[in-house]
C-alpha cells in the first residue's frame, strides 16, 4: 500500500524512482500470483506457509538491521540491498501468506458453518491489515528504520504458529477434514450410521419373521388339538 513511500524514505526519492520501483514490483507481483494457483496444491498449504514466513522474516531482518545500521540511506549498497528485501518480502506474499490463508480458511470449517466462519476469518484478515497499515505511516516517521523489526517480529511469530498448529489439508477431501483436526471422520462417522440403520432393520425383519414362524406354529398345534377331540 505503501511501496512508494517506503522507497522514499530509503533513500530513492530523485524524480520518479520510487513509482519505477513500485511499477516493477506490482508487475512481479501480477505474475507471481498467476503462478501460485498451479503451486499450491502441489506444494501444499502448510509447506509455502511455512516457506513463505522463513524467507519474509530472513528478509526483514536483513532490512531492519541495514535500515539500523544505516539510518541516513547514504549507503548505496544498502538501499540496493534493502529495495531488494521489499522486492523478495513483497512477493513472496503473494504466493504464501497472501491467497493461502483464505484458501484454508475455505476447507477446515464444518460445513454447517463453514460460510460464516469463512466470513469472519476474512473479517478477521482485514482488521488486523488495517491495525498494521493504517498506523504505518507514522510509525515509520516516528521510529525511522527500526520500525521494521517490528515486521519480522511478527513474521517470526507467524513461522512458529504454522509450525506447530496447522496440520497439511493438501489432498484431503472438504468430508475427511476433521481427522486431520482429531475429530471423528464424517464420511465414515455417515458409512458407520448406515450400516447400524441395515443392522437395525435386519434384526426388526428377523425379529419379525420369528413371530410369525411361533404364530404359524400355535395355529398347526391349536388345529391338531382340534382334529384329536
Given amino acids: 500500500m505503501y511501496a512508494a513511500i517506503i522507497y522514499k524514505s530509503l533513500g530513492w526519492d530523485k524524480g520518479s524512482q520510487a513509482l519505477s520501483i513500485n511499477g516493477i514490483q506490482a508487475a512481479l507481483q501480477l505474475v507471481i500470483v498467476l503462478v501460485n494457483t498451479f503451486t499450491v496444491d502441489r506444494y501444499g498449504r502448510r509447506a509455502l506457509l511455512l516457506a513463505g ?95 521494521y523489526w517490528l515486521l519480522a517480529g511478527l513474521n517470526t511469530l507467524c513461522l512458529i504458529s504454522v509450525y506447530f498448529i496447522l496440520p497439511e489439508t493438501k489432498g484431503i477431501s472438504l468430508e475427511r477434514m476433521d ?24 434384526s426388526q425383519a428377523s425379529m419379525e419373521q420369528h413371530e410369525t414362524i411361533g404364530h404359524e406354529g400355535d395355529v398347526r398345534i391349536t ?7
Fill in 179 to 202: 481427522t486431520i483436526f482429531g475429530e471423528v471422520d464424517a464420511v465414515e462417522a455417515g458409512e458407520l450410521q448406515v450400516d447400524l440403520k441395515k443392522s437395525e432393520l435386519m
Fill in 53 to 147: 514466513f522463513a524467507i519474509q522474516a530472513m528478509a526483514l531482518f536483513i532490512l531492519s538491521s541495514l535500515t539500523t545500521a544505516f539510518p541516513d540511506n547514504k549507503n548505496s549498497s544498502a538501499a540496493i540491498v534493502e529495495v531488494a528485501m521489499l522486492f523478495i518480502v513483497g512477493l513472496t506474499y503473494c504466493w504464501s501468506n497472501g491467497p493461502i490463508p483464505p484458501a484454508i480458511a475455505s476447507e477446515i470449517f464444518p460445513q454447517e458453518v463453514r460460510d460464516k466462519a469463512f466470513g469472519f476469518s476474512l473479517l478477521g484478515q482485514t482488521v488486523c491489515l488495517l491495525a498494521l497499515t493504517q498506523p504505518w505511516p507514522t510509525l515509520s516517521a516516528q521510529v525511522g528504520g527500526k520500525s
Fill in 223 to 229: 388345529d391338531g388339538r382340534q382334529e384329536s377331540v
